[in-house]
């Protein structure tokens, strides 16, 4: 059974490259991005020109967050929705948004995004069951990748604000040089070793893994809740197979979980936030600087 | 009462015989108004469609008859059969700047037209919501101003799709649909259809849906090929959305047709290129010239009404002369009377000549009026003609 | 009044001859003209009513010379100073009572004032006594009743002379013997010249004097 996205297909069919260019209604609003990411790339690139919006709640995971009918009707009337594209928002497929102000900053690296590892669906408590199945979609997690979203980003808010392209691309050159020297960090920090062993409560990490060299299992642990005693088993044989020392979490795991890990299993946990939705303090740069931070320490010789 | 005379005279006698009167009327009515009616009609229609064609710059649609392609497209029939899958329009229009509207076209509600289309068409048409608003997702759909009118539906009441009839492998479901808006009248073929996404005119064509095991290949040519156990009827609401996708390739989707807004004549040309292989599915027109079949059948029909009405003028003259001998023969003691008592000839011609006068002045009248209601529901009572041959 | 002298009449092509060698008829009198049927009653009321052209002799109405009057020089002498009541009442169907009464002042113009004719109108129907039918279709009143609207119509321009063809022909003897005293009372009391042709007795006694026309004489030639 094939399930593809159709955003893609049928964003080509709404517009071609070089689309109609958007009418200059209000420019100051209607820009939307579908994760927090996106929408700091758009805001700092737009500067003070416009405000970009972002439609789901703060407490939620926008990967796993659907519109309601009023956030709908405000995308419909967006004058430039920024998809992240790799699966991220498949309710983009089922709802009615102008396709041709869609922008999937994701396409130019289309053939090269992830398959995620077979596993099962399980539960995420208040939001229902999902599935992580097929392509992982935390492009951005990845500078390299990130930078070219944030290129993409760039083109779309040239196309919207012409007026201002110098002013634009300036600030995409500092919002470049930023994720440039994420990129940096990271390279340096895994120079030292080679392809270390890491858990990962989640399978999140794939495109740093990819990048970087790091060999990752992940699991589909919830930094909150104690897995079962099951889950604890097949843990143990995992680890048997992965000697890993430490285990990325996307947020700071219950200290009951982070002791049992350490004391029956040797393994250290260290937080690396995918920073989907806004973070409670900082921003994007700070989180991923601070998640580099933390992973000094997985990474000493 | 205080004043009186000839024309009075007239009147009265017109209306003591009124059944005459009014069948004298309506003859000379109809007999002068018919080709001003099929003049006004054919020439309303004629810039409709037109205005409608050149707000069309492209269609893009399966290869095979032009004027059902244009007939269909532009004036939404949901009966044609032919189909093209969607690759075939994002082959011929990639890398061009332009932009293209599916039109799904094949689905009824309630008999009017269920269009599968997206945002652009409403914009492209210059359609408004006069009450809600636009499709939101999967299920959603607007009501033209007249389908409204006739149901006395608005936002927030629901619809449902009908069955594609006997052959039906689905057993006579259709998909609920909730009405988000209602369009404003456009007084164009789109007051009379329903709008939904074109991924709900899919989800009705039974590629997608909220089952999660059942195979389906896409459908485009003859057979609806739609899951048979899958309860349809439940249409698709917010608890069911995300549980919602489509089955098969995207890009082999059917769509009746496609309209290409091309940036500029230049990038029209290239997409009409593509589409000139035999080989392509697909096939592109140029609406307004493939108009000019269907002016030729406009012209050839008022030609007819013309020669009719010629005819039938002249027969019709005729018949009012006789009848004016017959009534002058019915009134000779009248008229002898009058004059025994000392009223001029003048006067008495005056008489005849006056309600022969206020006889074709209302038949003129009513000529005009014809004409007037022909000016508002004319066209929308041709196009339904056309629309249904 | 009416002045007859060696009066001639005979149709074109027809057998028959009016002769009439001397008739006088006093101003305000009432004369019956009798004879037995065919004897050219009718043709002299339509010679005197100016409806035919004379041939020969003299016939004056008061001092005007009807022979060699033009057909409209007669037909404004028949408007402006004859009444004319026929044998049938004559209406005009598709009118009133009251726009049959009306009907010469109707015909003077397209657009009249009426306001001064439809008092004369309503006074002479109601001294004919028909003045509660004069909003009625006139194809639904009784013989009689039209008639006396005949009556009425005839003398709505008040003229000198009322000319009557037989009236009462068509009625029973209760309406005729109504009709017949009605149309005498009201030409007396108006000062109207009256001349009835009748072979009706009760008409014949009801006027002023009599003329008897003799029994059609034949031309010889036809």
Redesign the interface.
Known sequence: MRCLCLVPLLGTLACGPGAPPTSPVDAASGVHAVNYPLQYFAQRIAGEHLEVRFLAPPDVDPAFWSPRDEDILALQSAELILLNGATYAKWIDLVTVPLERTVVTSAAFEGELLELPATATHSHGESGSHAHVGIDFNTWLDPTLARQQAASVLAALVDHLPDHAKELRANAAALDEDLASLDTAYRELSAGTDAPLLLASHPVYGYLAARYGWDVRSLLWEPEGMPSEAEWEAFDAIVSQHSARWMLYEDTPAPEIAARLREDFGIETVVLRPCGNRPAEGDYLTEMRAGLERLRNVFQP | MKTGGIWYLAVASLRRHRVRTAILVATVGVVAGLPLVTDATLAAYTSAITARARATPILIGPRGGETDLLLDALYLRPDGRSFLPVNAVTEAVEGVDAETIPLHVRHRVAGYPLVGTDLGYFRLRGLRCAEGHMPLRLGDCVVGAEVAARMGVGAKDSLVSDPEGVLDVVGGFGTRLRITGVLAASATPDDQAVFCDVKTAWVIDGIGHGHEDVDASPVYGDVPAAPVDLPRMAGVDEANLGRFHFHGDPSEFPLRAAIVVPASASEGLIVRGRLTDPDSMGQAIVPVQALDQLLDIVMRIQGIVRMLTSVLAVLTTVLLVLIGALALRLRRVELATLAAIGVRRGAILGLIVSEWTFLLLAGGASALALTLASRRWGVQLLERFIAST | MIAIDELRFAYPGGRFELAVDELRVATGSSLALCGPSGCGKTTLLHLV?G?LPMQAGSLRVGERELRGLSEGRR??Y???E???V?QNA?L????SVR?NI??????????????EP?QRCVALAERLGIDHLLHQRSDRISQGEAQRVAIA??LLLEPPLLLADEPTASLDDASAAATIDLLVATARDLGTTLVVATHDPRSRDACDARFTLPSPLLAPHA
Request: hydrophobic content about 50%.
């Open positions: 009513a409806l037909r404004t028949r408007r402006n004859v009444g004319l026929f004559r005009v169907d598709y009118l726009d009306l009907v010469v002042e109707h015909c003077a113009g397209f657009v009249r004032p009426l306001a439809l119509r005839a």
